[in-house]
């Protein structure tokens, strides 16, 4: 086997080095009866063209030559070579957890420069390097609000998107901790009355999305203010980050979760991102994840290290924040590296970019007789529009133009009934918009 | 640099500082195709409410500079690629290349988790591929892949046992977890709103099944169990302890993170596991990437089938689709599903082997006893029982010489390798845990052989060089005490600070 660097006298060898008549014999701590007999019923080995092979087989079982208008929690955006080159370098994908500093300390200034580039986009004092994902780490935020209040009632928007509440749903259950869902207005934002009526002193945290599940932008300013005023806490998730090169960060909220999926990271079916959470000073002894502090040497030359660990599970076990441990640090270094690339103007021209075709498409699909924008409110690359008819019916047939069209938003929200999200990025073209909206007017014009 | 440093020498080594030190305004490494859609006026669109002034200090750096930036960083950083990584329970093996190579293919890295499923055919093959595969592996009988990391695994696990017994009438109260166990284990069972009950290894290390007989009633849900054990050693009765659990109404977790020892060899299936999650990036090499990302597939028998996480893969008539449909389900642990990027990168390893996976797991066992009986004579075994994949010596013979095992362990950078893990586990004071791999050649296994025995030599001859190690590296021992105490987690502009 081509992984395996032994030849079959060197196993011969070290057996005999060992003391050992056969391999069979280093098995025999295993009761016979519990030891597999013959071989296990597995394909065939494969060579690495096999391999290529049967991966572009399944590749092309799937949606290449569609354009697409799907984003919800998942975006397309332009990536860097250069950050998949650094990816692929084997001292970062090929490492472990940098807890052996002296010999970790690219990983380690990497994920430092992270942290910064996290706490400058979310404005928040400190961002931990990271979380599983966006959803993962809205349900840990939420915990980490409980911790922080001692309470257990959490208030969260119904605009959260549906498979972030359901994995919120899912950490905090056994916890005994309560939810309250907070519909939205005639904008799509946070209904500040239902907020204010549910707000009571034994609220642990309000929870909200911006831009968010609809594509709406929250007044999060407004929405902590409301939450500070009963002393719970404002916790908001992003999933949409390039949105933060153009709107205003979530600066006054107590704990931030984002995803960060849309640097540099392709979509790949739903994973690996990552998530990342981000909150004041005070609060980091309840954060969970893993942080790198800057310190120094005997010498006192600058160096990184793991830090506060006295959270974490390895040290703490059943008293920690958390139980993670391995998280998503190769993607956190994507994320790096892309920002660093795009920098300062770049983040800000992407997102230009997005807000500019959005409104193009916007204004292209109302167009349409019969296709309405449904939600008021400010939005940044995604919007809700309404058709005359089901959106599987119109999604199927853009299909046939090989268009992958919006998301249906009826299953899991039934108010919502012919009412799609729309997603459009940097990547998308005028003309895949323009080929949109006009697949979309023939099959509008075309009676049922 | 000793002559009895025989596997590395001194390498001039690139400084670099921040990223945000290189930085001039102006400067980019990243430009857009030109905008082919009207400008929008961003403050009519978003208002002043809503309109960012600017990324406050975000870097302003050319491309080349960003490459050279990480790559100077690369080289400070030890690797898998670059040599032995022992660290016990952390399974450092290859990450064959290939499957970074299809984990990016079109049609594969494209795919959005909300696209059709009629277009999503290759994707859902994948999952259901890999999906068999475990399960001919494991011995068990259904699965969810949805899990990012071992962690959350034992917490679905966990969450699914809680919904089992509750389905019965009765969630119980808690969970029993040997000392031998990983951190993780409690930090799970806690969110999973158990109480743990810590039980005692007996004098071999392992579980010690007078005292689990005493400790079990009505109220365990569940005893967590490493097999083999963290000390590298099978469990031999777990079967009766499987057995005995099940007679009072509870069940047996197994965290599979030392999987690299059984994988063709014994199924967790045969023992009576109820529930067990794999560490995707540990057995089946998918890279470490400095921390992760992992995947933690769940792999359960029938009984508690029903409340796996949603959504679950289904077959029908040929075709493969999500279903969402599953009323006693936990529900979800994690946004779409799972880390299938490093669910590909699995496949693809598996496929590799086909049935001679068996011969990888032997090959591991084979390189660990090889260490064990090289090394026993200088350091000290505190657990006789046999080895499989892994061997934990402990650092009494060095402490006599003021010499612990995190200096030997910092002494063996000098010596070109990456420390083993130390102090864990925590039943063993000073413990050396050290976990070759199947990866290492009978060479590399010699060279950390010949290191180790050198440094028990300097231990007793020059402890001072030892304990002051590493002494050749970028930096020395750093300050972490300080670090904690005056945290400084992320770069500020002169002017600000």
């Known amino acids: ?448 | 640099m000793s002559d009895r440093i025989k596997k590395a020498s001194r390498n001039v080594s690139q400084n670099e500082g921040l990223i945000f030190e290189q930085s001039a305004p102006g400067k980019r490494g990243m430009e857009l195709p030109p905008l082919d859609v009207p400008a929008a006026d961003a403050r009519a669109l978003l208002g002043a409410e809503f309109l960012r002034d600017e990324v406050a200090n975000f870097p302003e750096v050319s491309e080349f500079e960003v490459l050279r930036h990480f790559t100077r960083l690369s080289t400070w950083n030890y690797a898998i690629d670059l040599g032995m990584y022992p660290l016990g329970s952390c399974t450092m093996k290859y990450n064959p290349r290939v499957n970074e190579f299809i984990a990016r293919l079109d049609g594969i890295a494209t795919e959005h988790p909300y696209q059709p499923q009629e277009l999503s055919q290759g994707c859902l093959k994948i999952l259901a591929t890999l999906t068999q595969c475990l399960l001919e592996i494991t011995g068990m009988e259904a699965a969810t892949l949805q899990p990012a990391a071992g962690a959350q695994g034992e917490l679905t696990g966990l969450l699914l046992i809680r919904a089992y017994l509750a389905s019965r009438g009765n969630a119980r109260k808690k969970v029993l977890i040997p000392d031998s166990a990983h951190g993780t284990n409690p930090a799970t069972a806690v969110i999973a709103g158990y109480e743990v009950e810590n039980i005692r290894s007996d004098a071999r290390g392992q579980i010690d099944v007078q005292h689990l007989k005493q400790t079990l009633t009505e109220d365990t849900a569940a005893l967590m169990v490493t097999n083999p054990s963290t000390l590298g050693t099978f469990e031999p009765r777990i079967a009766e302890v499987a057995e005995i659990l099940h007679a009072h109404g509870a069940l047996l977790y197994m965290d599979g993170a030392n999987m690299n020892a059984l994988a063709g060899v014994a199924r967790p299936g045969d023992f009576g596991v109820d529930v067990m999650h794999l560490n995707l990036h540990k057995t089946f090499s998918t890279p470490h990437g400095g921390g992760g990302p992992g995947a933690g597939p769940v792999l359960v028998k029938r009984h508690l089938e029903p409340f796996l996480p949603i959504p679950v893969l289904v077959e029908k008539e040929g075709r493969l689709r999500l279903d969402l449909n599953r009323p006693q389900s936990i529900g979800r642990v994690r946004a779409f599903v799972g880390n299938f990027g490093v669910l590909v990168r699995a496949l693809a390893y598996t496929l590799a082997y086909g049935p001679g996976i068996r011969q990888a797991t032997e090959d591991a066992v084979l390189n660990a006893n090889y260490i064990r009986k090289k090394l026993e004579d200088v350091y000290d075994l505190p657990y006789n029982s046999p080895s499989m994949h892994e061997v934990v010596f402990s650092d009494a013979r060095q402490k006599k010489f003021g010499v612990n095992t995190l200096d030997i362990a910092k002494r063996l950078i000098d010596y070109g390798f990456h420390p083993y893990t130390t102090a864990f586990p925590l039943i063993v004071p000073g413990a050396l845990m050290i976990e070759p791999t199947e990866s290492e050649s009978r060479q590399e296994c010699d060279l950390f052989i010949d290191a180790m025995r050198s440094i028990a030599e300097e231990a007793a001859s020059d402890p001072e060089l030892v304990k002051t190690a590493p002494h050749a590296t970028r930096v020395g021992r750093l300050d972490e005490v300080g670090a904690a105490r005056h945290p400084v987690l992320r770069w500020k502009p002169k002017s600000s600070s």
Not at chain 1, 24 to 40: H, N, W
Not at chain 1, 161 to 177: C, F, K, N
């Open chain 1, 1 to 448: 086997m081509r992984y395996l660097p032994k030849s079959p006298s060197e196993r011969l060898e070290m057996l005999e080095a060992i003391g050992a008549h056969s391999i069979e014999e280093l098995f025999s701590t295993i009761p016979e009866a519990l030891r597999v007999k013959g071989a296990l019923r597995l394909p065939a080995a494969m060579s690495e063209a096999e391999l290529i092979a049967f991966f572009r087989d399944r590749a092309a079982e799937n949606s290449q030559g569609y354009s697409s208008f799907l984003g919800a929690g998942v975006y397309n955006h332009l990536r860097s070579v250069v950050t998949d080159a650094i990816l692929q370098r084997g001292e970062f994908l090929t490492s472990y957890t940098p807890y052996q500093a002296e010999i970790s300390q690219g990983t380690l200034q990497a994920i430092f420069e992270f942290q910064t580039l996290m706490s400058e986009l979310t404005g928040q004092e400190v961002a931990n390097a990271s979380m599983y994902d966006g959803s993962t780490a809205t349900a840990e935020a939420v915990l980490m609000a409980e911790r922080l209040t001692h309470k257990r009632r959490v208030l969260v928007a119904r605009s959260l998107h549906p498979e972030y509440r359901q994995v919120l749903s899912t950490y905090g259950r056994s916890l005994g901790h309560e939810v309250i869902e907070i519909g939205y207005t005639r904008s799509g934002e946070l209904d500040p009355d239902a907020l204010r009526a549910a707000l009571t002193e034994q609220t642990a945290a309000v929870v909200v999305q911006s831009p968010n599940f609809f594509g709406v932008l929250e007044p999060v300013a407004r929405i902590a203010e409301m939450a500070h005023s009963t002393e719970a806490l404002a916790v908001v998730a992003i999933a949409e980050g390039v949105s933060l090169g153009i709107v205003r960060p979530p600066a006054e909220a107590d704990i931030v979760a984002l995803e960060t999926q849309s640097f540099g990271m392709p979509p790949s079916y739903g994973g690996p991102y990552a998530g990342v959470i981000a909150t004041r000073e005070k609060f980091i002894r309840q954060m969970p994840g893993r942080l790198a502090g800057q310190t120094s040497d005997a010498q006192g030359r600058r160096g990184f290290c793991l830090t506060l660990a006295t959270r974490e599970q390895h040290i703490r076990r059943e008293r920690a924040t958390s139980n993670i441990c391995t998280n998503q640090a190769l993607y956190a270094l994507a994320a790096t590296v892309h920002l660093c690339l795009l920098g300062k103007q770049g983040l800000r021209e992407m997102a230009e970019h997005n807000l500019a075709k959005a409104q193009f498409a916007l204004e292209e699909l109302q167009k349409i007789p019969g296709v309405e924008r449904v939600f008021s409110g400010r939005v940044f690359n995604e919007f809700v529009v309404r058709f005359p008819r089901a959106v599987k019916l119109v999604n199927a047939q853009l299909l046939r133009e090989k268009i992958i069209g919006p998301l249906p938003l009826g299953s899991t929200l039934p108010e919502l009934t012919k009412c799609g999200l729309v997603c459009v990025t940097e990547t998308t073209s005028r003309a895949e918009i323009e080929r949109l909206a006009g697949a979309v007017r023939k099959i509008l014009a075309t009676p049922l």
